[in-house]
């Protein structure tokens, strides 16, 4: 019998998705495991693998959509068995032969047959979209990943072909071509037109839900920023002497990596600001997961390092390398950019000196860290040059008082300031 293939659930959370790109069509046989479609969701795009055998015989949902419902039916799979028990069908009867016919001057064109499932390239969908608009085919680029997996190095080390000469197109084509360009459906703006020279670009799911997500936060949560002055002169020094210990494992922290787990211990000393507010519910967090922003194509992603607070500066650098390079290529699994306690966003490589950010949702706090730089400081009662930064705390007040906030911002100064506590 058929089975139907239906718009999964790729996370807790999802309610809808984009049907990216199908990588088979009507006609093709599918294993267990053949990759069938990428759907794009909100954080991702990711490969929906068939767990079934069979022919597809039907595509419901065109590639490219939008919005479509978790549970809604996309595919069509007619069972190896059914296929070939199904009847052959009886042949129409033949027409008389119509007098004086016209000879056919050529043969009727022969539809290629389909492409085996097997041959299909296997490739990342961030390799697949580069190759695209690189115009290149993914048939001829060798893939160093797993199992012969295309990704995207791969592709970038391959120079796009050279344009082929333009064609001429006949006026009638020229016209139909017009005719489409003017029925083709235009996007939809909430911004004025004034006659200035633009270009409108369709927002990506991903984009959609980063204005959705902080559009909530900032009108449902009120904002409180707390902002301290950090010297990093003990941090840094300790960090190098920790990176040229751990310089024949392959390990080397970032401030970043330190920074995570002063802000979890931080959070453990102080758990009255490791809390969710829902409504007429104050969620307490036993352990702090920390989400870390990350910059990728087209948005922001923030991966999370579980428990930081009980992991060791390597095990956090070790993580934290992962989960941004996989990121990066669109590669994270739900579970490991989905919840969260805190977050901490880092702009100080930037050259960033101080910024406030917005609160990450269900979470009730975020941590800014502008830039380290020389400034005239207090050290023992003198003036004197120190690497000083500047962090500010995003706390929402519905779930967070003042004097807490101030408590977690002191515990974090004290433990940037006095690394030893991150590693004892």
Request: proline share 8%; glycine share 8%.
């Given at each position: 019998?058929?089975?139907q ?7 807790p ?8 790109r199908?990588?088979?069509?009507v006609?093709?046989s599918v294993?267990?495991g053949?990759?069938?479609a990428?759907?794009?969701t ?15 015989t039907?595509l419901?949902?065109p ?9 809604t039916?996309?595919?069509t ?9 199904a ?15 016209p ?13 085996p499932?097997?041959d299909?390239?296997?490739?990342s ?6 190759a ?22 791969d592709?970038e080390?391959v120079s ?5 000469a333009?064609?001429i ?5 020229a016209?139909?071509?017009l ?12 911004i004025p037109d ?5 270009e ?15 559009t ?6 009120p ?17 190098g002497?920790?990176?040229a210990s ?14 995570i ?11 009255q600001?490791n809390?969710?507010f ?10 702090a ?15 999370i390092i ?12 070790t993580?934290?390398?992962d989960l ?10 739900p ?12 702009m ?5 000196k ?5 609160i990450?949702p ?7 860290v502008?830039?380290g730089?020389k ?8 003036l ?14 519905r779930?967070?008082d003042?004097?807490d ?5 002191a ?10 506590g991150?590693?004892?």
């Amino acid at each position: 019998m058929p089975i139907q293939i239906k718009m999964p659930a790729l996370s807790p959370t999802m309610e809808e998705g984009t049907l990216a790109r199908w990588l088979v069509k009507v006609g093709d046989s599918v294993a267990s495991g053949d990759i069938l479609a990428e759907i794009e969701t909100d954080k991702a795009t990711m490969e929906f693998e068939a767990v079934d055998e069979g022919v597809v015989t039907e595509l419901a949902i065109p590639a490219g959509s939008e919005g479509v419902k978790v549970g809604t039916v996309i595919a069509t799979i007619q069972g190896e068995d059914d296929v070939a028990s199904a009847p052959t069908p009886a042949p129409a009867a033949k027409p008389a032969p119509a007098a004086a016919a016209p000879k056919a001057s050529a043969p009727a064109p022969v539809a290629p047959a389909p492409k085996p499932a097997g041959d299909r390239v296997i490739a990342s969908p961030l390799a697949r979209r580069l190759a695209e608009a690189k115009g290149l085919d993914l048939a001829g680029v060798k893939g160093s990943g797993p199992n012969g997996r295309v990704v995207k190095a791969d592709v970038e080390g391959v120079s796009a072909p050279a344009p082929a000469a333009p064609a001429i197109v006949a006026p009638a084509q020229a016209g139909a071509g017009l005719a489409q360009a003017d029925s083709a459906p235009r996007s939809e703006s909430s911004i004025p037109d004034f006659g200035i020279p633009h270009e409108d670009t369709k927002l990506s799911g991903m984009r959609k839900t980063i204005a959705r997500r902080l559009t909530q936060s900032m009108q449902e949560a009120p904002h409180i920023y707390l902002t301290v002055d950090v010297r990093l002169d003990a941090l840094l020094k300790l960090r190098g002497e920790l990176n040229a210990s751990l310089a024949d494992r392959g390990v080397k922290l970032s401030v970043n990596d330190m920074l995570i787990k002063a802000l979890a211990v931080a959070l453990e000393r102080v758990p009255q600001c490791n809390v969710s507010f829902g409504g007429d519910v104050l969620r307490q967090y036993s352990r702090a997961d920390i989400s870390v922003a990350v910059s990728i194509p087209g948005g922001l992603i923030t991966p999370i390092i579980a428990d930081a607070g009980s992991k060791s500066l390597s095990k956090i650098a070790t993580e934290m390398a992962d989960l941004a390079a996989r990121a990066k290529e669109g590669k994270l699994q739900p579970t490991e950019y989905q919840g969260g306690t805190a977050s901490i966003s880092n702009m100080g490589m930037m050259g960033i000196k101080q910024f406030t950010a917005v609160i990450n949702p269900p979470q009730a706090m975020i941590l800014a860290v502008g830039a380290g730089e020389k400034r005239p400081y207090v050290v023992d009662d003198a003036l004197a040059i120190a690497t000083v930064m500047s962090c500010t705390g995003s706390f929402d007040h519905r779930a967070i008082d003042g004097a807490d906030g101030a408590q977690l911002m002191a515990a974090f100064k004290a433990l940037v300031e006095n690394p030893l506590g991150l590693v004892a």
